[in-house]
């Protein structure tokens, strides 16, 4: 009995070792494969975070330069996030060959790009070199950066497979362990049988459920929950298994969820920057157009602005010329009196003449009948009478004719001094038109010149607008790009962990 009992002891203790080594196994791989999952996604974490950091420095290189050394910061600590993702993800894959050789090519072209991201982001920093530039320099580091990101691609599929190999070479050991623990319990039953029934019953049976357990585990499948019976050994290996497999169950549930709404979010995401995009990229077309429709608008009130003070300048001279007018005007006008007080003095001077005409014509009429009084003794007074009678008629024939025209020419005179008033007034009614034009038109061009000016502002504002609604849908378009880098990101964590089958959840 007691060689029976050191037979089951020695199987028992042989099958718990190799069930805790098993259990142990699978704890390794486990966190192996977390610790792998969790370096392939830093890897892809950092490059992200290296081209975004990179399209902000450009970004911010133009709108808010301050903000470029902080960006530059956060690249440099991404960059060595990068490095060291690396290296963890060898670590954890237990320094497999071709992890090691990709991993030694991701440093090969992380080095690559770093020297020419690197030189693009010290100028930009120091202000050496603007957003165009640096684009056209950050060009040329876009193949490196596309197959940096191959690599890693490649690094999460070797990483896969490095652990579809590992899970097969445990379940083959576990097989091979099976195996040898079966062949030795066929040969204790065969010597023991009647004595050992009872005890394999009660020893291998959960022992066998332990690997089954085990190999469920090591395949992905954490649905089936042990059944523990007793408080022995066994139960509590069973017990063990069960709690691990549960944790382990909870853990990839939790991260399949959070997978799953990593993926929505990102795909709406993509969506609403996809829309986003559209409406921006109509925004700046639209600015584009005003801005140019206000260039136009700006040319066009310049020119009118240059006509107004034009008119402005002819309307002032004009108000001169007119003003001159009204003062030559009004020297006719007095003229034009001073010519109609001369006329009327001489009228009054011809009336003179006229009246002294008449009174010779009376006296030559006189001396006449006394010289005919006189007889032959005044003959010759009669003569000289008749002819001083003659020149007087004459004189005054002449005089009334002179005043008859001098009348007229008073009449006349009279007239155009009335129309030359007329005239000085109507020139200077003129003149105060001219002024009020050449005021209003003074105000015009005043107004014309501010509207301009203020054409001009608005003008730069829709060029600034317009050149911030470029770098906005430059930004658009690189947000839409990592949120397409974040839902592919999602989609392969939801690969990794759709290897592992869960319990049915119920409706």
């Given at each position: ?111 690559e790009y770093a020297g020419l991201i690197a030189p693009i982001a010290e ?274 024939e002449a005089a009334r004719e002179i005043k008859a025209l001098i009348g ?37 061009s005043a107004a014309t010149g501010a509207q301009s000016g203020d054409i ?52």
């Open positions: 009995m007691s060689l029976v009992t050191a037979a089951l002891t020695v199987v028992g203790v042989w099958g718990w070792l190799s069930t805790a080594s098993g259990i142990a196994t699978v704890s390794n791989l486990f966190n192996q494969a977390t610790a792998a999952s969790a370096a392939a996604g830093s890897l892809r974490e950092a490059l992200a975070g290296l081209r975004r950091y990179e399209a902000a420095m450009i970004a911010q290189s133009v709108s808010n330069p301050t903000e470029v050394q902080t960006y530059h910061a956060l690249w440099k600590r991404e960059l060595d996030a990068l490095f060291r993702s690396g290296q963890a993800l060898v670590t954890a894959s237990d320094n497999s060959a071709e992890i090691v050789g990709l991993v030694a090519r991701q440093k090969q072209l992380a080095g100028k930009l920093e120091a202000a050496q070199l603007d957003a165009s530039a640096a684009l056209a320099y950050a060009a040329q580091a876009e193949d490196t950066a596309k197959a940096l990101h191959a690599v890693i691609d490649a690094l999460s599929q070797a990483q896969l497979a490095h652990q579809d190999s590992v899970r097969a070479q445990l379940s083959a050991g576990m097989t091979l362990a099976s195996a040898l623990r079966l062949a030795l319990v066929g040969g204790v039953l065969l010597i023991f049988l009647p004595l050992m029934l009872l005890t394999l019953r009660s020893v291998c049976g959960p022992l066998d459920e332990a690997v089954a357990l085990a190999r469920r585990i090591a395949q992905g499948d954490l649905g089936t929950a042990p059944a523990v019976r007793g408080r022995d050994e066994t139960a509590r290996l069973l017990a063990a298994l069960g709690d691990m497999q549960a944790n382990l169950r909870r853990l990839v549930g939790q991260v399949r969820d959070a997978a799953c709404s990593i993926q929505l979010a990102s795909a709406e995401v993509a969506s609403g920057n996809a829309d986003l995009a559209q409406r921006t990229a109509s925004t700046a077309a639209s600015l584009q157009q005003a801005a140019a429709s206000m260039e136009q608008l700006n040319g066009t009130v310049g020119s009118s602005a240059q006509s107004a003070s034009a008119a402005s300048r002819l309307a002032v001279e004009a108000a001169e010329v007119a003003v001159r007018g009204g003062t030559v005007v009004s020297q006719v006008v007095a003229t034009m009196e001073e010519i109609d007080a001369s006329s009327k003095r001489i009228a009054s001077i011809v009336g003179t003449i006229d009246g002294i005409a008449f009174q010779t014509n009376l006296l030559a009429l006189n001396a006449a009948v006394e010289a005919a009084r006189a007889g032959e003794q005044g003959r010759g007074f009669a003569v000289v009478a008749s002819e001083v009678r003659n020149l007087a008629q004459r004189t005054q007229t020419s008073v009449d006349k005179v009279g007239n155009g001094a009335r129309l030359v008033s007329d005239a000085g007034q109507t020139m200077g009614e003129i003149v105060d038109g001219v002024r009020r034009v050449a005021e209003l038109i003074g105000q015009i001009g502002q608005v003008h730069a504002t829709v060029q600034q607008l317009d050149e911030s609604t470029q770098q906005n849908s430059a930004l658009v378009e690189q947000s839409a790009g990592a949120a397409h880098s974040l839902r592919q990101q999602a989609e392969r964590l939801a690969g990794l962990v759709a290897v592992f089958r869960l319990e049915a959840r119920p409706a």
